[in-house]
C-alpha cells in the first residue's frame, strides 16, 4: 500500500470514527483512554471496507452497535485520538452535556460577578454620562424598614455594576444600528453633528421660572437682565433629520417677553443664525465652541452696557483636538469627528484670579488647562461647574456683575471678566444658600440670568429664589420715596464704609463709639453758617475735607442744636439745603442722610435758652427738607424723646445734652436700621482698619480698665473700638503691639488711652509728638464749645514707661498711681 492509498485510508477511517461518537457520544472518554495495538494495513481496509458497505446498505439507521463491532480499538491512532478530543467537546455541548456546562459556567460567572463587584472601588463620577453616580446607601433600620434603603441600594446596584460603562455603550450601538434617528435625547445629523432635542414648551418649569425672576427683579436695588441662549438645536436646524425640528426657542421668547417684569431680555439668536456657517457648536457636545461664546457675548454687551472687545484684539489659541463631549456619551455613536477646544486670550493684559468658597478652592486663571487631561475636556473654562465661583480681576472699571447660570455660561464670561472689577457666579443647581444674602453680602446690584434654552426649559431650581424670596430678610427694602426711613433690615457696619458724618459734638459721641469705619467731620460748635468756615482738627472746613474726597457714597448730616435759640427756621434750612447742593455738584449720587435734633433733657431747658419745643418746629422744616431735596430723614427725635418730649435723664448724660456711651452706642444701631439700600453707582471704598501688630507683653485693656476704675472721672468712660484709636492718634498700626482708648459721651474731654509699642523709639514719638497733637486738636473741639474743659486739656498726664505709655485726661490724677498701673 503506497502513501497516497494509505493516506486515503486513514481519512476513510477518521470519517467513520466521526460517525461513530456523533451516535454514541457517552463512549467517547473512554475509548480515547483505550491503549492502541498495532494491525496491519490490510487488516484496517478490509474493516473499513465492510463497515462502509453496511452503512451505505442500511443508512443512517443502522445501529451503531454494528459499527462498533467493526471498528476495533486497535484502529485508533494518535490523530484519531485528537480527533476525539474534539468530538467530545462537541459532545459537551449538545443537549444533555450543554445544560450540565452552562448551569456550571453561570454559577461561575455569578461567583466572579460578585466578587468583581464587591472588589471593585465605586465610582463618584460617570465621565461618559457626565452625572453623579449613587454610591452605597446609608444603612439605618428606620431606611430598611420604610423601604427607602433598598430603593437607594437598587440605584446603586444599577450605577456601580463593574463593564457598566461597556453595557450602557453596547445597548446605545444597537439602538443606533436598529435605525434610530434619535438615541437618549440626541439626534444623529448632517456633517458628523449629534445634536440635543428640544426639550419642549411646556409650563412646568417655565412659568415657575419666570416667576422667580419677576421676584427677583420687584426686589429694587438690583438691575436683572435675562439672556436665554440658543441650542444648537435651533441655530443648526438645517442639520436636523427631516421633520424634527419643532420651533420651542422663538415661543419662549414670546413668552419671556410678555410675562417677565425686566427692562433687559437679550435674544442672541439673530447674530447666531448669521454666522450659523462658522464653528459655533461642538458635534460631541451640547455647548457652546468658544467661536459661538463670543458671538454670544457681543449679543449680551450693548444691554449690559458695556463695549465689546473686537475679535482682532485676541489670540486664539488651539488647546485640544480629542474632546467628545456629553452628546457622543449619550448617543453612543461612536463615528463622528473629535471637537477642538479654543481658547480667546485678550491682547490686553487681564489679570484674574477664581476662587470657590464652597471647596475652598481658588485657581490663578480663567482656565484649568489640567481638565484637558480628562474626558470632560469643557471643564477647561473655569474649572467646570461649581455652586459658587468669584472672579476678581485687574479691570479697573469698578463694576460687579452676579450671573445666575449653567455651564453655558463659562465659555462666555472669560469674555466678560475683562469689563468687570467682580463677577459671581451662582449655579442654583448645586448652591443652596440664600441668594438675596449672597448678593447684599456683595454690594451687587448688576445681575444676569444666563441659561440655554434647555435648561430654563426643564430645571426647577431657579424656584430656590421664589422660596428666599418668601422667608430672607433681605428682600425687603423701603419706600424709596424721600423721607422719613422707616425701619428696616439691619446692615452691618461695612454699610458705613464710604460715609461721610458731619456735626457738632453729638456726632463726636457717634464717632468715639459707634465702630464706623467712616469719615468724621465733626467739632464742638460746628453749624450750619461755618460749614465752609470753620477750621477743623484737620486744618479745612467740612466742605473742602469732602470735596477733597475721591468718592462718596453716603453723607450722614446732624446739625441745629446750636441754632434753634434763634428761632429761624427757614434760613437754617436754606442753609443747610445749600451745604447739601454744593456737595452734589461734585457728588450728584451720593445718598443724602439729615439726621433730627435731639431733644434735651427737662433739667437742661429750665437753664438753657433751647426748648424742646423749637427743636420740634426746626425739626418739621428738616423734614420738609429732606423731601424738597431727595434726602431721607432720620428720625432720632422720636426715638430718644420721653412722654413730654424731652430727652429722659438716664439718656442725657451728665450735661442734658448729649448722650452716654452707652447709648450713642444705641444710637449706631438705629442708624443701621434705618439705612436704604445702595444704588450701586457709586464705587464702595473698602478702606478697612488694620489690626495692630500683636505679639506684645502687655495687656493694654486690662491697664486701661484699671486706670477707669481708679481715677475719678466726672464722665462715664467706655472703651471704644480700635479704629477710632487710630484715627484719634494717627498711629502706625504696624508700630503698635496693642492699645486702648476709653472715651466719654461728649461733654467732657475726659479720656484715657494706653498704647504698647513695638519698640521704645516709637514710644518716644508717641510720649513727645502724637499724644501732644492729639491734645491739640481737641482743645480745638472744646475752645468755644465747653471752655471749662480747657483746664484739663492744659494739664493731660502722660507716662511712658519702656514702649508703655499712657494718657489720662482727668481734673484728678497723679503720675505715681500710672506709674504703678504700668508695673
Request: charge should be neutral; hydrophobic fraction near 35%; include cysteine.
Amino acid at each position: 500500500m503506497n502513501s497516497k492509498e494509505f493516506e486515503s485510508l486513514e481519512k476513510r477511517e477518521e470519517e467513520l470514527f466521526r460517525r461513530f461518537l456523533e451516535k454514541n457520544s457517552h463512549q467517547s472518554t473512554a475509548i480515547i483512554s483505550a491503549e492502541p495495538e498495532t494491525p496491519d494495513s490490510e487488516q484496517r481496509s478490509e474493516t473499513v471496507a465492510e463497515a462502509e458497505n453496511i452503512i451505505a446498505d442500511d443508512g443512517e439507521e443502522k445501529e451503531i452497535s454494528t459499527i462498533k463491532m467493526l471498528i476495533p480499538q486497535c484502529l485508533l491512532s494518535k490523530r484519531q485520538r485528537l480527533q476525539g478530543i474534539k468530538s467530545l467537546l462537541s459532545a459537551l455541548f449538545s443537549k444533555e452535556g450543554s445544560q450540565k456546562l452552562t448551569s456550571l459556567a453561570f454559577i461561575a460567572f455569578l461567583i466572579a460577578f460578585l466578587f468583581l463587584n464587591i472588589v471593585t472601588p465605586s465610582k463618584k463620577l460617570s465621565e461618559n454620562e457626565n452625572r453623579t453616580l449613587a454610591l452605597f446607601p446609608k444603612f439605618s433600620l428606620e431606611r430598611l424598614t420604610d423601604g427607602s434603603f433598598m430603593k437607594d441600594f437598587e440605584s446603586y446596584i444599577s450605577d456601580q455594576f463593574v463593564f457598566r460603562n461597556h453595557f450602557v455603550s453596547a445597548k446605545r450601538r444597537y439602538e443606533v444600528l436598529s435605525g434610530k434617528e434619535e438615541n437618549h435625547g440626541i439626534l444623529f445629523c448632517d456633517g458628523g453633528y449629534l445634536i440635543e432635542n428640544s426639550s419642549g414648551l411646556t409650563n412646568e418649569y417655565i412659568s415657575p421660572n419666570i416667576k422667580a425672576i419677576n421676584n427677583l427683579a420687584s426686589v429694587k436695588r438690583y438691575n436683572v437682565s435675562v439672556a436665554i441662549i440658543p441650542t444648537a438645536y435651533e441655530i443648526l436646524k438645517d442639520k436636523l433629520p427631516k421633520f424634527a425640528y419643532t420651533d420651542s426657542y422663538g415661543r419662549l421668547q414670546n413668552q419671556l417677553k410678555k410675562e417677565l417684569k425686566v427692562a433687559n431680555i437679550i435674544d442672541a439668536s439673530p447674530i447666531l443664525s448669521k454666522n450659523a456657517d462658522q464653528y459655533l457648536y461642538y458635534r460631541t457636545d451640547h455647548h457652546q465652541t468658544a467661536h459661538g461664546s463670543y458671538y454670544t457675548y457681543i449679543s449680551l454687551c450693548d444691554s449690559l452696557g458695556i463695549q465689546g472687545v473686537s475679535p482682532n484684539e485676541y489670540t486664539i489659541e488651539k488647546m485640544s483636538d480629542k474632546f467628545y463631549g456629553t452628546a457622543w456619551s449619550n448617543s453612543g455613536f461612536a463615528h463622528t469627528n473629535k471637537d477642538t477646544i479654543y481658547r480667546y486670550t485678550p491682547k490686553k493684559p487681564l489679570e484674574a484670579t477664581v476662587s470657590f468658597p464652597l471647596e475652598n478652592k481658588t485657581m490663578k486663571s480663567l482656565y484649568n488647562e489640567e481638565m484637558l487631561l480628562g474626558k470632560d475636556k469643557y471643564a477647561f473654562y473655569l474649572d467646570g461647574n461649581h455652586g459658587l465661583a468669584e472672579i476678581k480681576t485687574n479691570a479697573e472699571t469698578g463694576k460687579k456683575l452676579a450671573v445666575i447660570k449653567d455651564s453655558y455660561a463659562h465659555s462666555i464670561i472669560p469674555f466678560l471678566a475683562s469689563h468687570y472689577n467682580e463677577i459671581y457666579m451662582i449655579d442654583l443647581r448645586y448652591y443652596n444658600g440664600d441668594i438675596f444674602e449672597y448678593l447684599y453680602a456683595n454690594n451687587i446690584n448688576d445681575v444676569l440670568i444666563l441659561y440655554n434654552q434647555n435648561t430654563f426649559m426643564t430645571d426647577s431650581n431657579l424656584s430656590k429664589i421664589t422660596e428666599f424670596y418668601k422667608v430672607s430678610p433681605y428682600t425687603t427694602v423701603p419706600d424709596v420715596s424721600y423721607g422719613i426711613v422707616p425701619k428696616q433690615t439691619i446692615v452691618d457696619d461695612s454699610y458705613f464704609d464710604d460715609a461721610v458724618f458731619v456735626g457738632d459734638s453729638l456726632t463726636i459721641g457717634i464717632e468715639n463709639f459707634s465702630g464706623f469705619n467712616s469719615q468724621f467731620l465733626c467739632m464742638g460748635g460746628l453749624n450750619t453758617q461755618n460749614l465752609e468756615t470753620a477750621s477743623l482738627p484737620m486744618g479745612k472746613s467740612a466742605l473742602q475735607a469732602i470735596k477733597d474726597r475721591d468718592s462718596l457714597g453716603k453723607l450722614y448730616i446732624m446739625l441745629g442744636t446750636n441754632e434753634v435759640i434763634y428761632n429761624e427756621k427757614d434760613e437754617f434750612a436754606k442753609r443747610y439745603g445749600d451745604f447739601i447742593d454744593k456737595v452734589r455738584e461734585k457728588f450728584p449720587d451720593v445718598i443724602v442722610y439729615i439726621q433730627s435734633i435731639l431733644p434735651i433733657t427737662k433739667e437742661k431747658e429750665a437753664t438753657v435758652s433751647i426748648k424742646n419745643s423749637s427743636i420740634v418746629i426746626h425739626n418739621e422744616r428738616l423734614l420738609e427738607l429732606a423731601k424738597e431735596k431727595q434726602c431721607y430723614y432720620i428720625d432720632l427725635h422720636s426715638y430718644f424723646k420721653d412722654e413730654n418730649g424731652a430727652l429722659p435723664y438716664s439718656i442725657g448724660g451728665s450735661d442734658g445734652i448729649h448722650l452716654g456711651p452707652v447709648h450713642y452706642r444705641e444710637l449706631a444701631t438705629y442708624l443701621k436700621e434705618h439705612a436704604v439700600p445702595e444704588t450701586g453707582v457709586v464705587k464702595i471704598a473698602k478702606n478697612k482698619v488694620k489690626t495692630f501688630a500683636g505679639k506684645g507683653k502687655y495687656d493694654t485693656v486690662k491697664i486701661g480698665d484699671s486706670v477707669v476704675k481708679k481715677i475719678e472721672f466726672k464722665d462715664t468712660l467706655l472703651k471704644v473700638a480700635d479704629s477710632m484709636v487710630v484715627s484719634a492718634y494717627k498711629v502706625d498700626t504696624s508700630k503698635i503691639a496693642s492699645a486702648s482708648l476709653y472715651l466719654g459721651g461728649g461733654a467732657t474731654a475726659e479720656e484715657v488711652a494706653v498704647f504698647e509699642a513695638t519698640d521704645e523709639k516709637y514710644a518716644k514719638e508717641l510720649e513727645n509728638v502724637l499724644v501732644p497733637e492729639r491734645i491739640e486738636r481737641k482743645k480745638l473741639d472744646f475752645k468755644n464749645y465747653i471752655p471749662a474743659e480747657m483746664t484739663k486739656l492744659s494739664n493731660p498726664y502722660i507716662v511712658r514707661k519702656g514702649k508703655v505709655v499712657i494718657v489720662c485726661i482727668a481734673d484728678k490724677a497723679d503720675k505715681s498711681t500710672l506709674e504703678k498701673l504700668i508695673k
